[in-house]
């Protein structure tokens, strides 16, 4: 009868019905999300050559709760690293001494200081206190070299309170033209991102286009027409690109 018909039928779409659970159990994008947010991942760029190894990589900014505890402020602006190596002496092959590398930060106006140079040599210096607690004086040149038209990465490090005549301990690495440029242009793409500028123009743009649909569904239900914003629309693009997250 007319039940047995529309009892086959019921049966029949559940054959043919996909899985809802099965879907929840395994999302297409669950793998790649979690990756992202429970991952770190690391992209150094690393330059290895006869006299010693450079390595470049960014540390993103700080983030803490405010005053009042509503939203989230940056504690300490991100800055650029910069890890150092010499050569070990006694090695045929290409090995460096990571265990005694010397370190060198570019905070974010050196970092501008170092794009905007139109004349070289740049000279960065800085002064902080060793593990053994002595404190050393660190000098950081970018020069370019006479011989071959390239440039160098040099540091040198002193142990403050020693005589003059004792020598700095000095960690040289030649660039090409094309190194260096990559260096330049790394520096000038990590600037919006150390000071988290790209974080938050992109809450603000997420806030207000949120906030112009809540308005236009308002003004519509009670006016008939959308609501009209007289602030200048912000870029829905991500100006600086999804780096340093």
Sequence with gaps: ??????????????????AARSWKQAPIFSISRSLSTSTRTYADLVIYKDTGALTVYPIPPKFGPSSNGTSNIMKMPGVVMLE???????SA???FDWKNKERFTLNVSQCGDLVAALDLPVTFSTRNVAENAIFKEKRLSILRRKEDSGFEVQLSTRNMGESEDSK?????VP??????AVIRSLLSYSIP???AWDKMLSFVNDTTGSNEKSNSGAAGESEGEPAKDSSPPLPSAAIWGNSMA
């Design 84 to 90: 150092l190596a010499q050569r070990l002496p006694d």
């Design 193 to 195: 991102h150390l000071l």
């Design 175 to 180: 660039l090409t033209n094309g190194e260096f």
């Design 1 to 18: 009868g007319l039940r047995s018909v529309m009892s086959l039928a019921r049966r029949s779409c559940m054959l043919f019905r996909p």
């Design 93 to 95: 092959e290409r090995r």
């Design 168 to 172: 700095d301990f000095i960690v040289a």
